[in-house]
């Protein structure tokens, strides 16, 4: 059965992907809300921001827009495994001889495509808005691996989502404080700023060390350790998230 | 193999937390015939859908389709069976024909398309093939779940309450899908709560009750047991539908529904 592990997601993953070409809706809904946001700080709040950097304020903030973008997409991942679980169609791939596993990958695969087409467009109109970077291919390669492993991580917290919700209303809830963590970390304000408590959350919290990496990769600066730190918590999400995930899987199956 | 029974059920039981669902299920299904599971709601048919089709693990006792042990060889079972839920296992944002290609390549066939526009031709649905499944009224998608089912041509098909939710005609047509399957040699094991429905198809019935089988046995053999009782039940329901049937059929062809086009095989009585 395991022979047919990379045909059968690859099949099924073909199947979600034209849910969503079929609803392009969700991809656009996905970016407005960051791209709102987008337009929020930089043309009203922004000109009052002074983040201690020559940077222009859009530069500054996108790192930030571009988590709260896939924070807000991978819901939508949540939301499909579980209409899938409603309605027979899981059980139906359930019973045939397929590999079971790829029933989520293909979920999962989907989820970091419509991310990523989702990330394309705020990067789109973030350009529009006066964004400008001279990063290198190797920067940009960097850029785009940390937004996949963080894709990942996300997606695969939002598996355990969809697969234990009970409701659809709850099974896109979660992610809400997700799309709020970018708030209280570097991405709008320079953590320096916050009252202590609130600044030492700030400072320790996943967010912080990924926005302040892809900061750094567009602007062309050193990385520091702030990579090692970002790395170490998507990877540390994505395998916690992702055996919760399995086991959840697991024993929905007995 | 071939002489032994399609499938094998030897006292299965299967609790979810407190609830006691089945205490302890025995009955064989002889190849190539029609099976009923009667039960009312709750009676814990479906659970028993699911242990036989791997989606669940019994607690205790052994069950064997198409000879393989549902614990022991899950992916042989899974290569010899195909279910049809008590929910139509549609993908809604599919076409009626995307869902059968999918279903082709996920069994791996040569010629995906082929076998969905064959599928689509013998279950009338070759003009909706192109719209997407969620425009189907609740006829067409319980057709193009079954068709769903056969694709690979299992030997074994579970159909768990296949006709709840449908109205009399598109009840007729499921029927009559389930006795072609039946003359092909297909095994097919059926839960219902309707008793019209497994008289109309099963050549055997068991009845599941408070999780146990209390009888097994065919129409004949049952009716034996409680004749007042049946009878009289089974005479009064089909003359409500009869008039129905009568009322409707004859002018209601030419609707504009695609689910009464019908072609040759899951034909009403009424031609077209």
Not at chain 1, 92 to 105: C, G, K, T, Y
Not at chain 1, 179 to 191: D, G, K, N, Q, Y
Not at chain 1, 211 to 236: H, K, M, N, S, Y
Request: proline share 4%; with cysteine.
């Amino acid at each position: 059965m395991t022979t047919h592990v990379l045909g059968d997601t690859g099949v099924l993953t073909g199947r979600s992907l034209r849910h969503i070409l079929r609803s392009p809706d969700t991809i656009i809904t996905t970016a407005v809300t960051p791209i709102a946001l987008m337009l929020l700080f930089v043309y009203v709040l922004g000109g009052a921001i002074n983040t201690g950097s020559d940077e222009s304020y859009v530069n500054y903030m996108l790192p930030g827009i571009l988590l709260i973008t896939i924070a807000s997409g991978i819901a939508y991942t949540a939301y499909r495994l579980f209409l899938d679980l409603q309605g027979g169609i899981f059980e139906r791939f359930q019973s045939m001889p397929i590999a079971r596993s790829s029933v989520l990958w293909a979920h999962v695969l989907t989820s970091l495509v419509a991310n990523l087409l989702s990330v394309a467009i705020v990067i789109g109109v973030a350009l529009i808005m006066g964004f400008r970077t001279g990063a290198s291919v190797a920067a940009w390669l960097a850029v785009a691996g940390i937004l996949i492993l963080f894709t990942l991580a996300l997606t695969w917290l939002a598996v355990i989502a969809g697969l234990s919700a009970k409701t659809v209303d709850g099974a896109s809830a979660f992610s809400y404080p997700l799309i709020f963590l970018p708030f209280i970390s570097s991405a709008f304000v320079p953590t320096d700023t916050m009252p202590g408590p609130v600044a030492w959350f700030a400072e320790n919290q996943p967010v912080t060390s990924i926005v302040d990496t892809i900061r750094a990769l567009f602007a062309q600066e050193p990385v520091g350790g702030d990579i090692w730190i970002a790395l170490a918590w998507c990877v540390g999400i994505l395998v916690i998230s992702y055996g919760f995930a399995i086991a959840i899987y697991r024993r929905k199956m007995n | 193999m071939t002489a032994e029974a399609a499938i094998r059920v030897q006292g299965l039981q299967k609790s979810f937390k407190d609830l006691h669902v089945l205490k302890g299920v025995d009955f064989d299904v002889a190849r190539g015939s029609i099976f009923a599971l009667l039960g009312s709601n709750g009676a814990g048919k479906t659970t028993v859908v699911k242990i036989l089709s791997t989606l669940l693990k019994a607690d205790a006792g052994t069950a064997s389709v198409h000879g393989f042990d549902v614990a022991a060889r899950p992916g042989d079972v899974r290569e010899s069976i195909s279910l049809t839920g008590q929910f139509a296992a549609v993908d809604e944002v599919l076409s009626g024909r995307e869902n059968l290609v999918l279903v082709a390549r996920l069994r791996h066939l040569k010629n995906p398309g082929a076998i969905a526009d064959d599928l689509l031709a013998r279950f009338s649905l070759s003009e909706a093939g192109g719209r997407k499944a969620s425009t189907y009224s609740g006829g067409m998608r319980r057709r193009l779940d079954i068709a769903m089912s056969l694709i690979g041509n299992p030997p074994i098909i579970f159909l768990d309450e296949p006709t709840t939710g449908l109205d009399p005609q598109a009840r007729i047509e499921v029927w009559q899908t389930v006795k072609s399957l039946a003359d092909a040699g297909t095994t097919v094991l059926l839960t219902t709560q309707y008793l019209d429905e497994a008289e109309q198809l099963a050549d055997r019935i068991a009845i599941l009750h408070k999780g146990t089988i209390i009888q097994n046995g065919s129409l004949a053999e049952l009716k034996q047991l409680l004749p007042a009782a049946k009878v009289e039940y089974v005479e009064k329901q089909p003359t409500l539908e009869e008039v129905f049937l009568t009322l409707v059929g004859d002018d209601g062809t030419n609707d504009a529904d695609d689910d009464r086009d019908r072609g040759p095989v899951p034909a009403g009585k009424e031609s077209r």
